[in-house]
Each structure stands twice: as structure tokens, then as C-alpha cells.
């Protein structure tokens, strides 16, 4: 009898069109994300939050399913700002940014939640390529979001090309630096809760030494510390480790 009312009324062939209507869409969401193209906007709805529904991150325009780190990445997760945005949707969910830059900045507020790598060294940018090529390997790929990497047709942009010959150019400079390196041995070093940390010198005498800035990351990366003999020592690019005496082969750091 049901069945009868239900086919020859109007209101109620409307609602199960409705529904059936909001199941395809549902499936469509949830399983329609291999090789996709995605809109900030449409990808700002894998953030984790809406149960049933993949986790994606994207970085550097590729889009990824990290579901199966949900622990990291969905509600409550560290990662949790990683999801739904080309790598950080805005924590008020405001906003839909490409935030790249801030995986080697560290600003994830205001400015740094930002698209533009400009300004960066080729190693920063390296690093940003290396944690795209991680999410290749470690997680399902699920397609590209359309911005400043991709177009509206999913081809990479001149910006992405531009950012990937940067990248090269980064690890050609590390290769390069590493050689130059070998030359001057590095110290030793070790570092525990109780004492702290120490470097020392087999031969010579430990010294800071200010990388060439198109190599030094940020912080503490942009100086190495190297062993050098009595007759190197007046070098004026050489740091005496502060309250190390000048002639000591071991310095608390």
C-alpha cells in the first residue's frame, strides 16, 4: 500500500529524487578524487571535519588523500592545518591559500600563509620539492588544484616550471657546497639532556663558519662548524664559539 502512495504522489517522488540526488553526490565526493582537478574551494571540504569524506592535502599544486594518517591530519590531528588547502587551509576556515612557503618559514598566521615561494633560496625551495616528492610515495595521489601551479586544463604553470628549475638548482648547490666542504673537516659533535651540547677537533681547533647564503636555510643551517689549523686561524671569516677560549679543541655549544 505504501509503495502505491509513494509512486503516485508528487511530494513524495520529489523526496526520494532529492535523496537519491544527495547519495550520488556523496559518492561522487567521496570517490571521484583520482586525477581530479580541484578548486581552492572545492578542496577546503576534505579538511577532515565531515566524517565519511577523504582527508586531501596539496602542495605545490599536486593534491593528495592522506586519510589513512587521519590520526596526524583529521580533527584534533598536529597536521590538522595541512588539510583541504594546497598545503594549509586557513584555521578559521575562512580562507582558501596556497601556504607552501610556510612548510620552510615556519609562519603559518598573516603573511605567511601564502602562495609565492619569491624571495626564497633554491635550497628553501628544494626542501618544498622533496616534501611534494614524500607525499608521492607515502600517500595516494588524487589530482591537481587549479592556481598558480595548474591551469584551468590541469597543465603545470610557468610558476611551477620556475619552481622546479629553482629546485634543481638548489641541489646542484648543495652538491657543489658538500665537495667544498670535505675539504675542511667538520667538527665533532655530540649533545645530551644533562650537559648540553660540545664540539671538538681531533686536529685543530673548532670554528663557526658562515655558509654562502644562497645555501644556508634558516637559523643555526647557515653556519657549520669546522676544524682548522694554528696557521688558518686568522682567516676573518672564522667564529671563536662564544666563551671558548681561542686556542681550546673543545667548546660547549
Known amino acids: 500500500m505504501w509503495l502505491k502512495t509513494l509512486a503516485t504522489s508528487p511530494l513524495s517522488r520529489i523526496t526520494v529524487l532529492v535523496l537519491l540526488a544527495a547519495l550520488l553526490l556523496r559518492f561522487y565526493i567521496k570517490f571521484d578524487t583520482a586525477e581530479r582537478l580541484f578548486s581552492a574551494e572545492e578542496l577546503a571540504l576534505f579538511n577532515g571535519t565531515e566524517e565519511g569524506l577523504p582527508i586531501l592535502l596539496g602542495i605545490l599544486g599536486s593534491v593528495f588523500d592522506v586519510t589513512k594518517g ?11 592545518h595541512f588539510a583541504g588547502s594546497n598545503f594549509f587551509l586557513n584555521i578559521f576556515g ?12 615556519g ?3 598573516g603573511d605567511g600563509l601564502t ?18 616528492d614524500f607525499y608521492h610515495k607515502t600517500y595516494k595521489y588524487a589530482g591537481k588544484l587549479v592556481g598558480r601551479y595548474y591551469d584551468s586544463e590541469g597543465n603545470p604553470t610557468k610558476y611551477l616550471k620556475g619552481v622546479e628549475a629553482k629546485a634543481a638548482r638548489g641541489a646542484q648547490l648543495l652538491e657543489k657546497q658538500k665537495i667544498e666542504e670535505a675539504k675542511q673537516p667538520a667538527c665533532n659533535s655530540r649533545w645530551s639532556q644533562d650537559e648540553g651540547g660540545e664540539v671538538w677537533c681531533d686536529v685543530g681547533y673548532p670554528r663557526l663558519v658562515q655558509r654562502p ?24 671569516s672564522l667564529e671563536v664559539y662564544e666563551g671558548c677560549d681561542y686556542h681550546a679543541t673543545r667548546c660547549k655549544v
Not at 587521519?70 to 590538522?80: D, I, L, P, R, W
Open 94 to 105: 575562512h580562507e582558501f591559500r596556497d601556504a607552501s612557503r610556510a612548510f620552510v618559514s
Open 115 to 132: 602562495d609565492s615561494l619569491r624571495g626564497l633560496s633554491s635550497t628553501e625551495v628544494k626542501s618544498i620539492v622533496e616534501w611534494r
Open 70 to 80: 587521519k590520526s596526524h591530519y583529521g580533527s584534533g590531528g598536529g597536521y590538522n
Open 107 to 109: 609562519n603559518f598566521t
Open 213 to 236: 647564503l644562497e645555501i644556508a636555510l634558516t637559523g643555526k643551517m647557515s653556519k657549520r662548524c669546522a676544524c682548522f689549523e694554528d696557521s688558518q686561524l686568522g682567516q676573518p
